[in-house]
Structure formats: structure tokens, C-alpha cells
């Protein structure tokens, strides 16, 4: 400040204003400084026009003094101004540290917090207490889902809660609002008076009443996405209604998305905690199965060898005793008579083995029991005419009754003629002198009914239920006189159950024994109808093809296909394992049990254990034999078409994710084969074609997965690790498992791989691809998986088949699954060139990357490999598909 | 005039018809039964010097029959063969705990069983069986 030097010395008085006058500079240059924006709008604008009266004034004089007196009262003002700024902006500060550390605390909540509902719940708790918002609302992409489900609220009401939940938001729709022009840091705010926000769906609507043009509006929407560090969408938040009634300030969006980043790996953790959850309840079951099967093959043992050395112990005994003796020191008829023993208890451990063989090849799975028409009265003649120099020797008489006209059935010739063996030899062998064995047939239009019947020592009331188990004999001397194995019961039971029949026995001692079995003429489980008339036939053989496949597929016993009404009830269409009077009275009201809550929502339900879900536990209390099962939603294009259920695995393990994926693609597949069927304009042959395609991808699955369960397993991890999403990896996997569909259709010939192929024969070989492709079109609706089937065997450089197709244009399943095949080519070896290391195979992959293979298919697969994560089961079955996978070799 | 009484128990008919020949053979008298029930009337009836018993058996299987015929003052001093398709330690260790005095394995060689009874009984053998 300029000012002059004047003769008087400055009174005492104007030394104290000056001191008063420099502290307030000071503390305003301070306050400048530290709040910088607000406190320069609080400043006067310009220098007081009181300094100009101070530079022309006479030092000491009363002007300068008055004006010297004005400006100390400005300044006053000034500062009292700004220390009620300053301590406003402090009580600012303090409370936003106090928000801050309220959501550091619960931040350290959150991440300890593993249950997924209540770590979801309280995130939007604390976000409506720490942020001021009185709704919030957080929708959850779960892991392989394309839609956003709303699954936690803050101050949302019952029917808001009901209505958010039964609309789940599709992901691409999602993304498709996430515009930059809404973008504010990392969130996206949309404001009512941007036309677009007219195009959101309707969310949850709070009356917020009349509001200013500049406060927030009930229309305004602000997304924060909740990303994982790979930048992948978990879900999102959205807040309303904000206690100050202001719009969030970007500072405030800022503290929503550091809530956002730790709530985000919460969320991963609490699935990855699931995940491992459920691992180790797999890794536990499958344990106390292994020590079950172990105790039962240990038990298995023990009786097998007390079986065994039995008759061994009367031959070597005999043995023993005979070459003790002096050479003629023993009677010839005593000789005749141990040689015929010991005769007797050679054939007895042959028939032993021979039956523990039999066991054997029915309990494994790779000996399916063949299907081919047989006239049941030829094999019971024939078998039993073998029976016939028993029953003379033992004086019974033995006959067969044909009550049936017609005793053709689909069965395994072989089997059924053991059983009838085994049936009629029990039945002569426990039959006393002058008593009978009958056998008869007779039939149903669906069964033929086979009953064994003799007037033999029968079996006490306490034996029967356990005749048919292993090893167990009733025990009697004249049962161990006759001394099977006690496993010919056993046999006769699996073989019954192999063909979906039953078996059983009713007998009082004394009294005889009958045997009833009873097999299905269509062997297989048997799908039931529930007819519906408007439909046309292709659509009800559909149907019944789709539920064989889902069966057979899955390896489930339980199969059902509910369908709505036109009151949108569910009702049983076609079921497999499902009783009649289930199939006919069952409705399921929309939104009620597991079908119907898949049929609202729209979203599939994997449960592992019924007991373990909150979730649903109420809704399947007491409903399901079985703990585990999916259900699954079938979309047509016009809308839901029916709710596909699966339940009781064979193999008794529980349902996982990967079970509920394959579901999903069968799932989708059934839908677009059933709106061509529907379709009026598709006609009989379009319909055929779907049935056919749809057939031949069944048989095709299922040999798939008998021989190579790897290739599918390595495919998913390939795609996992390149970093796809949930539902391309189902469908690279589902392409995995069906891509050489186009096999099946090449003449048998070629299908032999033992040996190199002509020209011309090559050539052939390639159509595969395009056969598969061909094969695939009448169920592909969206065509993902039939691109990756034509293309598995283009080449990276251009030079594959059949387009010519080079990098990126080749779709990135078929570059995966072109590198799976080679894989499982080099280390599983082909008919006609050995398995070579996996050293070596991985050499020759290298070898090939940026030739033939896509190079960052190749780094994945040396990523799984050095950290040891390629799948168990990925070599080691011989397989027998694209021979020439690895061109050239 | 016979060596001594044996009684056999088997429900295996076989072995029983084998033994009834070799013991024979030996100069033995030899009495039958099939099952443990049996084996305790017999024992009781026909006062034999020795029995060979079968484990696996109906109705009561062999150690317990050695178990009663141990408890019984009137048969407890008969020396017991135990004779079974069992081979493991524990089931032989389980054979002596009933109070047998002998044991073997089936299947079994009916010479080594003779030369058992022989010892147990303080006889020797009285044919010379071709070796």
C-alpha cells in the first residue's frame, strides 16, 4: 500500500489500526491461498475506493483518519466474513472425514463380509446412511448370466422390491445407456431433461414432489458401474432421491466409485469364496465316495475269495488225499466218484469267474447293453432247451407257456438270454424230483412280462428282499449244495434295470418261487406325453426326442418339460422319471416353486444342494426327492416357451455350473428346433430336418463324451484365460463337444484313421467341417456355434479350409478349438501315428503358432501348461476324430 | 479197533465226505455234521476225542460252537481244529481267543490236518502215506 511519509510521527491510535490492518491482509492472503475459489468470490471486488481517499490524503489529517476508520470497519467485515467461511469450510471438512472414515469402516466390513445377500445388502445400506441417498438400488451380473438382476435395495418398498426383481436388465442394454456424453469421472449420470432418459426402462419410481429446475429430479438416473480390476462389469449401483436434494457433486460420485472399486472385489471374493465353498463340498463328497466304493470293493474282495477257494479247497483236498495213496489204494469206484467231485467244483469256480466278469461288464459304463429288436419266445426256447439235460437229471419238469402273440422287444440279445439262464437254472436247481418249472411270456401293449415259476424249497419271507444282492444266498445246506455264486441274481437284476424293467420275486418256503420280470418293448427310459391336440406330431416326437437327449446328456433319471398356459400355468408337456398322476395333475402357478420362479425371471437355477440355498430352500421344501438340480428357461423368439427341468444325476454328484451351461445350450437348441416344428410355414420337412439334426447331435454328444472329456475342458480353459465371457465360453465349449459332428456323415471308411489318406480321400476329409456345419443349421438359430464348427480348421496364415479364412476373420472359438484339437491330436496320439510327449507336443504347437495356429491361443495354452492347469482327462482315451488335425503329418 | 473218534463239521458236503475218507484211511472213526447246531448235539452224543470245525457256517458259525463247546464242562476238554477259508491274522488270532487249539487255512492239504490230529491226539501215524 502507497503511502506518505508525513512530519508528524503516527499516533499510537493509528499504529494499532495499522497492526489490525496488516493481520487482516495476512489472514486474507491466507485464506486465498487455502480456499482459493470461495474466498476470492467473498472478497471485495477490487481495491477500496477508501485507499484512493488514503494515498491523497494528509497524513494524520481528519480525512485520513476517517478514511483510515472506514477501512478498518470494511476489513472487520471482511473478516468476520471469511472466518465464518473458514470455519464453515472446516466443519466441511470435518465431515467429510467422517464420511470417509465411515466408509473406510465399513469397506474393512465388506471385505470380511463373505455371504453374498447380506454383503450385498450392506453395501446399500451404507451407501444410504455415508452418502445421503435414501434409495439405492445394486443390480449383479452373476458369472456366466447376461442380464443384470437387481439384488440388493436400500428404502425401496415390498412392491418396488417384487417389481425391480422380477425385470432383470440385459447387459448389452446396459452398456448400451453407458453414453460418454453422461459420463462424469467413472459414473454416468443421465439427467431428466436429456430426451434419452425417456428410452430407460422404469425403474423404481420415488415422488420426490415439486422440485426447483436445479435440484435433483425423481427422472434423474446415476449409474456407478461396479468393475473388477480386469475392468470386466460385476453389476452396478443406482441412487435416488438425495437427502440434500442437490445433484451429486463430482466429488460425491468420487466417493460413490471408491465405494464402487472395494465393494466390486468384495463381490469377487464372495464368489470366489462360493466357488471354493463349493469345491470343497465336491472334493469331500467325492472322498467319502471313494472310501465307500473302497470299502465295497474290499468287501468285494473278501467274498470274492471266500468264493473262490471254496471249490478250490474240495480240489485240492481231494487231490491232496488221492496222490497220498499208494498207487491202487483206493477203490475204483471211490476213484470215479472224487474225480466227478472234483469235476463238478472246476466248472463251479469257471461259472464263478465267468459270472464276476459278467458283473464286471454291466457295472461299466463303456459296455452299453446293445438295442435291437428280439423275439423274447426264441431266446426263452433256445435257452431253455440248454437247460433241459439239467432238469432231466434232476426229474423236473421243465416248460415254457407263450401267452403273447407278439414277444418282440428292443433289447440286448445276450442278456436277455443270460437272464433267462439264470432265472430257469435257479428255478431246475432248487426244484426237488417230480416238481416243475414253468416259464411264461405274456405282454402288454407297452411290456412282455416274463415269469419263472417253480414248485421248489422257496426262500423265507426274510431272504427275499436281499435275493437279489450280491453275494447273498439263502442260507440252507441244500442251497449250498447246489453253490452258485450267489451273484446270478444280481446279474439278472442289473440286466433288468439296463433295460429300464423291473424285477421281482415272491416265494414262502416250501411253497415254490416265482420270479416276474417285466421289460419295456421300447427300451430306454420312456418319455411320457402329455398330449396336447392343438399340437402337430412333429412337434410331440420333438419333444420326445429333446427329453431323451437332455437325459442322456446330463445323466440324469429325472427330466421334465413344463410348458405355460394360456394363464401362465406350468404344466407337465413330456417327462422322463416323472410319475402319471404328476404329469397330469400338476399346474404351477407363474412365479411359484423353481419352475415357476424360472419362468418369471427368465434366468436359470443351478442348485447343488437345495438344503445349502437360501435362496429357494422354501420353495423346494419337501418337492424334490433329490437335493441337486437345474431349471432352466426355454426362449423362443416370440417369447418363453417352457421351463426345462433336470434332476437326480446318475452319478448321485451334485450339479455344477458347467452342468448348468451344457443345460443352457441344450436349452437353446430345443427352442429353436421347436418354434421350426411349431412354425406353420416351416411344413413336415423342416421339421424332419430339425428332428434329424437334433438326433444326430445327441448320439454325437454322447460318444464325445464317452471318448474325449478332456478336449471340452481344455477349450473352456483356453477361453477362460483369454479372458471371455461366461456365455462365450459355454458356447466355445458346446462347440467343443459337437464340432466334429460332420464325422458321423463321411463314408465309414474314412472315419478309420489307421492309416494315411489319399488325395482324394483327403479332400473328402475336409467336407467334414462343412457337413458338421450343415448338420448344426436347422438348430442354430444364432449361428455362433455353426461358425466356429465351419471354421476349426482354417489357418491362422490363410492357408486352411474350407474359406481360406486368415487371423482375426477366423472366429476366436474356432482358433481355440483348432489348437484343442491338435492338442488332443499330438498327445493322445491317432490310430496310425503314437502319442508323443507333452514336451514335445508343445514344441510343435510353438512351432506352428502364427502358421497354422493363432500365436495368443498358443501363449494361453503355455500359460495352463507351466502353471499346470490343463485339465486332468485331456489326454490319455484314445480318440478317433479329425485324424488330420495337425495338417501334413 | 479205532484210534480214536473225530468228529467232522462242515457244510461244505465235499470236505465232510474227503475227511470221512482220510481219517478213515488213518484208522480213525469218523462222525459228521453240517452245521454248529449239530456239531454241539454230536459232540455231546458221541463223546469225540477231537473235533475239526468249519468257521463259515450256518445257523452258528464256528467260533461260536467252539465257544459253547469250551463253556460246556462235559465237552471242554475236546481239542478243537478250527478249519476256515479265512486266512488273515486277525481271524486266526480270534480262533485261539475261543479257546481253539488248532487252526488251518482252507484250502488245505488233508495229510498236514492228519498230522496235526496225530500230534494233538499223541498218536503216530498209522499209514505211511506215499509221499
Known amino acids: 500500500m502507497g503511502r506518505h511519509a508525513g512530519a508528524q ?150 412392491a418396488g422390491r417384487a417389481a425391480l426383481t422380477a425385470t432383470d436388465i440385459l447387459e448389452k442394454d446396459f452398456r448400451s445407456w453407458l453414453r460418454d456424453e453422461f459420463r462424469v469421472s467413472r459414473s454416468y449420470f443421465i439427467s431428466h431433461r436429456n430426451e434419452f432418459s425417456k428410452q430407460l426402462p422404469e425403474g423404481y419410481r420415488t415422488n420426490l414432489g415439486p422440485r426447483e429446475e ?37 466429488e460425491t460420485i468420487e466417493l460413490l ?47 470274492v475269495s471266500h468264493e473262490l477257494r471254496t471249490p478250490l479247497t474240495a480240489m485240492r483236498a481231494f487231490l491232496d488225499t488221492m496222490l497220498a495213496l499208494p498207487e491202487g489204494g483206493i ?207 412333429a412337434s410331440e416326437d420333438l419333444l420326445r426326442l429333446a427329453i431323451e437327449m437332455v437325459a442322456e446328456v446330463m445323466d440324469a433319471r429325472v427330466v421334465s418339460l413344463l410348458a405355460p398356459g394360456p394363464e401362465g400355468d406350468l404344466s407337465v408337456r413330456a417327462a422322463i422319471g416323472l410319475e402319471e398322476r404328476v404329469m397330469r395333475e400338476v399346474r404351477i402357478p407363474a412365479g411359484t416353486g423353481v419352475a415357476g420362479w424360472v419362468a418369471q425371471h427368465r434366468r436359470p437355477l443351478c442348485v447343488s444342494n437345495a438344503q445349502e440355498s437360501s435362496e429357494i430352500a422354501g420353495a423346494v421344501e419337501g418337492r424334490y426327492r433329490t437335493r441337486t438340480f437345474i431349471s432352466v428357461p426355454i426362449e423362443g423368439e416370440g417369447g418363453l416357451l417352457g421351463v426345462l427341468n433336470v434332476t437326480d444325476p446318475v452319478s448321485g454328484l451334485p450339479f455344477d455350473a458347467q452342468d448348468c451351461g ?4 441344450l436349452a437353446e437348441r430345443v427352442g429353436a428346433t421347436w418354434v421350426v416344428v411349431r412354425g406353420a410355414e416351416a411344413g413336415p420337412e423342416g421339421a424332419e430336418d430339425a428332428a434329424r439334426a437334433l438326433r444326430q447331435m445327441l448320439c454325437h454328444i454322447e460318444r464325445r463324451r464317452l471318448e474325449a472329456p478332456g478336449r471340452v475342458r481344455l477349450a473352456r480353459a483356453l477361453a477362460q484365460d ?61 449361428g ?48 496310425h501315428r503314437p502319442a508323443c510327449s507333452e514336451q514335445d507336443a508343445r514344441l510343435e504347437l510353438g512351432r506352428l503358432a502364427g502358421r497354422q495356429f493363432d500365436p495368443r491361443v498358443i501363449e494361453a495354452l503355455d500359460r495352463l501348461l507351466d502353471t499346470q492347469k490343463v485339465p486332468a482327462g485331456s489326454k490319455g482315451t484314445q480318440a478317433t476324430d479329425d485324424a488330420n488335425a495337425i495338417a501334413g503329418r | 479197533m479205532a484210534k480214536g473218534k473225530i468228529l467232522v463239521v462242515d457244510d461244505e458236503i465235499y470236505i465232510v465226505h474227503i475227511l470221512d475218507f482220510s481219517l478213515g484211511m488213518e484208522g480213525y472213526e469218523v462222525v459228521t455234521a453240517l452245521d454248529g447246531e449239530q456239531a454241539l448235539e454230536k459232540a455231546h452224543a458221541e463223546h469225540p476225542d477231537l473235533i475239526v470245525l468249519d468257521i463259515m457256517m450256518p445257523k452258528l458259525d464256528g467260533y461260536e460252537t467252539c465257544k459253547m463247546l469250551k463253556a460246556d464242562p462235559a465237552t471242554k476238554d475236546i481239542p478243537v481244529i478250527l478249519l476256515s477259508a ?30 496235526r490230529i496225530n500230534a494233538l491226539l499223541g498218536q503216530s501215524s498209522q499209514h505211511r502215506m506215499q509221499a
Open chain 1, 257 to 303: 466409485e471408491i465405494y464402487a472399486n472395494h465393494a466390486a472385489v468384495a463381490i469377487e471374493n464372495a464368489w470366489l469364496y462360493r466357488e471354493l465353498e463349493g469345491q470343497a463340498r465336491r472334493l469331500r463328497e467325492s472322498g467319502q465316495r471313494m472310501q465307500e466304493l473302497h470299502a465295497l470293493k474290499s468287501q468285494f474282495v473278501a467274498t
Open chain 1, 331 to 537: 477203490p475204483q469206484d471211490r476213484l470215479r466218484r472224487f474225480l466227478g467231485i472234483m469235476n463238478e467244483e472246476t466248472q463251479r469256480l469257471a461259472r464263478l469267474v465267468e459270472s464276476v466278469l459278467d458283473l464286471n461288464r454291466l457295472d461299466s459304463a463303456e459296455m452299453r447293453p446293445e438295442r435291437r429288436p428280439v423275439e423274447m419266445a426264441v431266446v426263452a426256447e433256445e435257452t431253455l432247451r440248454l437247460l433241459e439235460p439239467v432238469a432231466g437229471t434232476g426229474q423236473v419238469n421243465l416248460k415254457l407257456v407263450n401267452d403273447c402273440a407278439d414277444t418282440q422287444l428292443e433289447a440286448d440279445p445276450e442278456q436277455m438270454r443270460q437272464l433267462v439262464l439264470h432265472l430257469g437254472s435257479n428255478a431246475v436247481k432248487f426244484t426237488p424230483a417230480g416238481g416243475s418249472v414253468t416259464v411264461l411270456l405274456t405282454g402288454t401293449p407297452d411290456e412282455i412280462a416274463l415269469r419263472v415259476e417253480d414248485t421248489g424249497i422257496g426262500i423265507p419271507e426274510e431272504a427275499l428282499e436281499r435275493v437279489f444282492e450280491r453275494f447273498y444266498q439263502v442260507d440252507s445246506p441244500l442251497v449250498r449244495r447246489h453253490g452258485g455264486a450267489g451273484l446270478g441274481l444280481a446279474i439278472c437284476k442289473s440286466i433288468v434295470e439296463w433295460h429300464g424293467g423291473r424285477i421281482a420275486a415272491e416265494s414262502a418256503p416250501g411253497r415254490g418261487s416265482c420270479f416276474t420280470v417285466a421289460l419295456p418293448r421300447r427300451s430306454g427310459p420312456r418319455v411320457a406325453l402329455h398330449p396336447d391336440p392343438t399340437a402337430p406330431a
Open chain 1, 9 to 158: 510521527g503516527p499516533s499510537a491510535n493509528e499504529l494499532r489500526l495499522k497492526a489490525e490492518l496488516d493481520r487482516v491482509r495476512r489472514e486474507l492472503c491466507k485464506l486465498k491461498k487455502a480456499e482459493a475459489e470461495p474466498a476470492a468470490a467473498a472478497l471485495p471486488a477490487g481495491p477500496s475506493d477508501v485507499e484512493a481517499v488514503l494515498r491523497r490524503a494528509t497524513p494524520g489529517s481528519p480525512e485520513e483518519i476517517a478514511a483510515l476508520r472506514k477501512l478498518v470497519t470494511e476489513l472487520t467485515a471482511t473478516r468476520q466474513r471469511l472466518s465464518r467461511l473458514y470455519f464453515s469450510q472446516v466443519e466441511e471438512n470435518r465431515k467429510r472425514g467422517r464420511r470417509l472414515h465411515q466408509i473406510l469402516e465399513s469397506i474393512g466390513q465388506i471385505s470380511s463380509e463373505l455371504d453374498f445377500d447380506t454383503l450385498l445388502t450392506r453395501i446399500t445400506e451404507t451407501i444410504r446412511v455415508g452418502l445421503g441417498f435414501r434409495v439405492v438400488l445394486i443390480r449383479i451380473r452373476e458369472p456366466g448370466s447376461d442380464r443384470l438382476q437387481a439384488r440388493a435395495f436400500a428404502g425401496v418398498d415390498d
Open chain 1, 214 to 250: 436445479w435440484e435433483w429430479h425423481e427422472d434423474d438416473v446415476l449409474f456407478i458401474p461396479l468393475l473388477n480390476r480386469k475392468s470386466e462389469l460385476l453389476g452396478y449401483f443406482s441412487v435416488d432421491d438425495p437427502v440434500d436434494r442437490l445433484v451429486p457433486s463430482t
Open chain 1, 662 to 665: 451344457l443345460l443352457l445350450q
Open chain 2, 86 to 115: 479265512k486266512g488273515r491274522n486277525v481271524d486266526q488270532k480270534i480262533g485261539f481267543e475261543v479257546g481253539a487249539d488248532d487252526y488251518i487255512t482252507k484250502p488245505f492239504s488233508p495229510r498236514k490236518l492228519v498230522e
Open chain 1, 784 to 831: 455362433a456355434v455353426r461358425e466356429i464348427v465351419l471354421s476349426h480348421h482354417e489357418w491362422w496364415d490363410g492357408t486352411g479350409y474350407p474359406r481360406g479364412l486368415r487371423e482375426d476373420e477366423i472366429p476366436v472359438g474356432a482358433r481355440i478349438l483348432a489348437v484343442v484339437d491338435a492338442w488332443e491330436s499330438l498327445t493322445v496320439g491317432r490310430a
Open chain 1, 722 to 782: 483369454m479372458g471371455m465371457s461366461e456365455g462365450e465360453i459355454a458356447t466355445i465349449a458346446f462347440a467343443a463337444s459337437v464340432h466334429d459332428v460332420g464325422m458321423a456323415r463321411l463314408p465309414g471308411s474314412l472315419r478309420d484313421a489307421s492309416r494315411p489318406f489319399s488325395g482324394e480321400e483327403r479332400a473328402m476329409m475336409e467336407r467334414h467341417v462343412e457337413l458338421g456345419a450343415e448338420a448344426l443349421e436347422p438348430l442354430e438359430a444364432v
